[in-house]
C-alpha cells in the first residue's frame, strides 16, 4: 500500500487527529489527502464528534462515504475538530479546544465543520468532508472563505454519520474551489443499500459557466431584511450582479415560511438529537461507566461529566419538546412549519432556477462573542430553509468585509445540485478573469 | 416561564444530571428559547410529511456478524464475553 | 359472577427468519456465545442505520391474513425511547399509531362454547438484547449484557379484553401458538420466542399489567394468582392498584414491579431513518396454507380420526405432520398409537416428536397391524427406542427389537404349555375361581402376562384360561 506523509502546521487547532503515514489506493483521487469531520466513522481511526463522551472511540467500520473516497484512491489524513455532535455555529463547543479562522484567529471559523473548513482554509489539505444540519458546511465556508456544498437530502449516504437530526442533515464536500467540491461529489453522491434514505441519483457533472446565461435567479427578500449585516448585504448584492452582468435574470420574490423555520429547525433537530445522544451509556464505547453504581445515578452522572452544556441543553430541549403534552404543540407543529417551508421553495422554483443570498447575516465573530444560545441559534436564519426543504445550497466566496470572507449562498431545486453547481462556477470563473 | 422545576423534570426525564448550580441559568436560557418557540403556536398539527418514496427493504440474507474481540474492543468493561453495565436494581 | 373477570393479552413472538429486523446477522443465535451474532447495527453503534427485512413484513402480513385483520395503507415505524442497559439505542424501533394492521380474531373453544377473541392490533418491532444477572437480580453488584438478541424480529400481538378466565388465556396462547407455527414464521420450541404480558381486572376494579410471562402454563398460574390476589383484597375492602406487577415463573407469585419504565414517557415519534410501507396490496398475493382447524376437520374426514384424537394430533404442526408420515400404515392404528401414547411418552421424557423418526414408529405400526406383537409389547418396545434416542444411542428399528428380545406374540402351542404352568402352581387362584370368585382369573391372567412377558394376546389367553379351567373341573 502506498502512503502520503501528513505533518501539517497546524496552528489554528484544525485537526483533532492526523494520520502522520495515510495509505491509498489506485483511482481518481489517488494519492489526493482529504481530511474528515470526527463525527464521520473511520475505521481504525479515533471518531470523537468532538466530545469527551466519545474519547478514544475507536470504529469498527467506514461510513459509506469513506469506502467511496477510499476505493477512489483518496488518503484519508486526519479527523477535523467541530462543535461538540454538530451543535453550534462556532466550532467553540468542542471538548478539544476551539478552533480558530486562518484569516484572524481571534475569530471563529465558523461552525460545526469549522476544523474542515479551516484545514482547507489555511491549505493543509485541498479538501474535506463536513456535515450540514442547519448550516453546518455553509457557515464555516462563508466565515473562511471557502467553497462547501450541502447536497440534496438524500444525495449522499448518511450510513456512518454519527447522527445528530436524521431528517435534515447531509455530508458534503468543502474545497478551494468550486471544482474542487464537484469533484469530490462525484465521488460521494449515489446509492446506498445500508441507507434507506438515500436515492439512487449519482452525480457525474462537470462544473459549466455558461449555463448562467438565462438563468433565472430568486432574490428573497427575507433574506436582505432585519437581521443581516447592511454591509453583508451590500456584497451580497454586487456578486448577484455578477450574475446579471453574465446573462442572469434576478428577480425577488418573499418567503413567508421563514418566520417559521428558525423554530421548526430548531424543534425537530433537538427533539431528533436527543433520541440519537440516548445510546451514549459507556457501556459499549465512550469512557467505561461506573459500573459499581446503580444504573440510573450512573446514567446521569455519566451524561452530565462527558457530554458539553450546549450539547445537554438541546437534549433538554428535545426531550421536552416530544414529552407527553407537548409533542402536538411542538414536534407536530415544526412538520407543519416544514411543509410549508418545502412548499414555499416548490412554488418558488416554479419561476426561477436557483435562490441566491448571503449565507450568513454576518462575518466571522470573535472567539466568545456568542454567549447566549438563542443569539447563536438567530445565526443559523439563512441556512436552516434549506435543511428543512431538503434541497442543495453551496457557499462559495463572495467578497470581504474589513479582510474577513463573506459568503454568497445559492441553492436549487431537489436533485438539480447540478445547476447549483454551475452557477457558483460562472460566478468563481468571472471574478478570477477579473482579478478580484 | 420554565420554573426551576420544570428544568430538574426535565433534566430528570432526559437523563442530563442538571445540577444546582445550572438550574437559574438553564431556567433563563430555556424560557428565551420556549417563548421564541411559541410563534409555532400559529400553526396547525401535523404528521410528519411523506416523500413519494415506500417499501425500502432488504433481502432476508445472512451476512456475517463482527467477530467477538471487535465487537467488546470499545466496551467499557467486559466479563465472560459479556458487556459490563451498572446494576439496574 | 361468571362475567366478572376481564383479561386482555399482549403477546410478543420472535420471527424465525434467517437474518435480524434491521441487520444481516443470523437469528440462530441460541446455543452459542454471548455477543457473537451482533454488528454494528444491532450492536447500536454511532453512525449505523436500520434497513427493514422484507421477510419480516412477509410473515407478519402471513399473520394478518390467517388473523383476519385490516391492512392498513400505510405504516410507519416509531422510536420508544427509554434508558436500560440491554436497549443499546436507547430507543426500541417498533410501529405505534400506525401498525401493519388492525381488527381480527381468533376463535377458540370458551369456558362455555365457542368463542371469538377480537385482535386490537399487530405490528413489528426488534427485540432488545437479554440482561444476565450473577445470582438473583435484587442481588447482584452489576448487570452483565448480551446483544445477540438485539435487532430479532417480534411481531407483536394486542388483544382486546376478550379472555374471559386464565383457562381461556391458555387455550387462546395455545391456538394462536398453533396458528403461527402452522403458518411456520415462529418455532415455540426456541426458548424465549413467546413472551406474553397479560391485563387483568376484576369487574369494578383497577387494572393490573403482569408483566414478564414467558411460557404457556406460567400464564395460566399468574392470572390465578393475580385473581385471588385481587378477590382477596377486594374481600377485605382493600382497593385494587392500578399497576405493573412482574411475574416469578419459579415461585408462581406476581410481585409489584419496582422498575421505573411505567413512570416513562416514551416520547414516541416516527423513526426518520425508515421510509413508510404501504404493503395493503401484498395481502392479496398470500396464501395461507392449511391452518389448525382445517386441519383438524380434515382428519376427522381423512383419517376418521375422533374428534378428541383430530384435536390433539393437529394441536401442533410437528404432530400432525408426524401423524400424517405414519398414517397409511393404518388410520386408526395411528391415531391411536400416536395421540394416546406416544405423546404421553413423549411428555414424560419431556422430548420433542420431531426426534422420532417416522419410518421407525411405521415399522412398529405394522408389527401391530400385524398382530405379531401384543399392545403391551408394542408400548416396552416404544419405550426401549425412546429412552436410547434419550441417551443420544443408537436405535434399533422396533423388528430388530422384537427379535433380539424374543418380543414376537406367542403361538397357540407356547401359551397352552404357559396357561397349564400357572394354573398347576397357582392351585388356591384356581379353587378360588370354581368358588365363583371372579377375580381370580384376572389373577391368573396376570401370572402368564409375566411369564411371557405381555407376549399373549389377551383375548387369546383369556378365552384358553377359561377353556383349561372348565376342563379340570
Known sequence: MEMISFNPHDTCNAFITTQIQAPFKEGALSGVPIAIKDNICTAGIETTCGSAILKGYIPPYDAHVITLLKDAGAAIVGKTNMDEFGMGTTTESSAFGPTTNPHDPSRVPGGSSGGSAAAVASGMVPYALGTDTGGSIRCPASFCGITGLKPTYGRVSRFGLIAYANSLEQIGPMAQDVSGVSRIFSVIAGHDTHDATSVNHPYTHNPDPEKINGMRIGVPDEFFGDGVDPAVSTVVKEALDVFASKGAELIPFTMPSMRFSLAAYYVICTSEASSNLARFDGIRYGPAIDTKNRWHDAFSKYRHDYFGKEVRRRIMLGTFALSSGYYGRYYQKAQAAKRMVREDFARIFTDVDIIAGPTMPTVAYKLGEKNDPLQMYLSDILTVPANLAGVPALSVPCGHIEKMPVGLQIMGKPFDDETVIDAAYAYEQEVAKNGR | MVSKKDVIHVGKLADVGVNESELEEFSVQFTKILDYFEILDELPEERTITGETFNILREDIITPSLNHEIALKNAGEEEEGFFKAPRVM | ?473
Open chain 3, 1 to 473: 359472577m361468571a362475567d366478572e373477570i376481564i383479561i386482555g393479552l399482549e403477546i410478543h413472538c420472535q420471527l424465525n427468519t434467517a437474518s435480524k429486523l434491521f441487520c444481516g446477522c443470523s437469528t440462530d443465535f441460541r446455543d452459542d456465545a454471548p455477543n457473537t451474532h451482533t454488528c454494528p447495527i444491532c450492536l447500536g453503534l454511532p453512525g449505523t442505520m436500520p434497513m427493514l427485512n422484507k421477510k419480516a413484513i412477509e410473515f407478519a402480513l402471513l399473520v394478518a391474513k390467517a388473523l383476519h385483520c385490516e391492512v392498513l395503507d400505510e405504516c410507519e415505524f416509531a422510536r420508544k425511547n427509554y434508558f436500560y442497559p440491554d436497549l443499546n439505542k436507547a430507543y426500541q424501533i417498533t410501529q405505534y399509531d400506525k401498525p401493519l394492521a388492525e381488527g381480527g380474531n381468533l376463535i377458540i373453544e370458551g369456558d362455555n362454547g365457542e368463542r371469538k377473541i377480537r385482535i386490537t392490533r399487530i405490528h413489528l418491532e426488534e427485540d432488545p438484547g437479554r440482561s444476565v444477572h450473577m445470582g438473583s437480580q435484587d442481588r447482584a453488584r452489576y448487570t452483565l449484557v448480551d446483544y445477540n438478541r438485539s435487532g430479532i424480529p417480534l411481531i407483536e400481538i394486542v388483544t382486546e379484553p376478550d379472555l374471559r378466565s386464565p383457562k381461556e388465556a391458555r387455550r387462546f396462547l395455545n391456538k394462536m401458538r398453533a396458528t403461527l407455527e402452522y403458518l411456520n414464521v415462529f418455532d415455540s420450541e426456541a426458548e424465549g420466542s413467546l413472551r406474553v404480558d397479560a391485563n387483568i381486572s376484576i369487574k369494578g376494579s383497577n387494572r393490573v399489567e403482569v408483566k414478564n410471562i414467558s411460557s404457556y402454563k406460567g400464564v395460566e398460574k399468574a392470572l390465578l394468582f393475580e385473581i385471588t390476589r385481587q378477590k382477596n383484597a377486594i374481600r377485605r375492602g382493600l382497593k385494587v392498584e392500578r399497576e405493573t406487577r412482574h411475574f416469578l415463573e419459579t415461585r408462581g407469585v406476581t410481585t409489584s414491579s419496582r422498575s421505573k419504565e411505567e413512570e416513562n414517557d416514551y416520547r414516541y415519534f416516527p423513526e426518520p431513518d425508515l421510509l413508510p410501507l404501504r404493503v395493503k396490496s401484498w395481502i392479496d398475493a398470500i396464501e395461507l396454507p392449511e391452518l389448525p382447524d382445517a386441519r383438524r376437520e380434515r382428519f376427522i374426514k381423512q383419517y376418521a380420526c375422533s374428534v378428541e384424537h383430530a384435536k390433539t394430533l393437529t394441536g401442533s404442526i410437528r404432530i400432525a405432520e408426524f401423524f400424517e408420515k405414519v398414517a397409511s400404515i393404518d388410520h386408526t392404528l395411528a391415531s391411536t398409537w400416536t395421540a394416546d401414547y406416544l405423546l404421553g411418552e413423549l411428555n414424560y421424557r419431556g422430548m420433542s416428536i420431531d426426534v422420532v423418526p417416522p419410518d421407525i414408529f411405521r415399522d412398529l405400526l405394522s408389527h401391530l397391524k400385524n398382530e405379531s406383537i401384543t399392545d403391551k409389547s408394542g408400548v416396552e418396545v416404544m419405550r426401549i427406542i425412546l429412552d436410547k434416542i434419550a441417551h443420544k444411542e443408537p436405535i434399533e428399528t422396533p423388528t430388530a427389537c422384537i427379535t433380539r428380545l424374543g418380543l414376537g406374540k406367542t403361538g397357540e402351542g407356547e401359551i397352552t404349555g404357559m396357561v397349564k404352568d400357572v394354573l398347576d402352581e397357582n392351585q388356591s387362584a384356581v379353587q378360588d375361581y370354581r368358588t365363583g370368585k371372579n377375580e381370580a382369573l384376572n389373577y391368573l391372567v396376570g401370572q402368564v402376562m409375566k411369564k411371557c412377558r405381555g407376549r399373549a394376546d389377551p383375548a387369546q389367553l383369556n378365552r384358553l384360561l377359561i377353556e383349561l379351567l372348565a376342563k379340570k373341573e
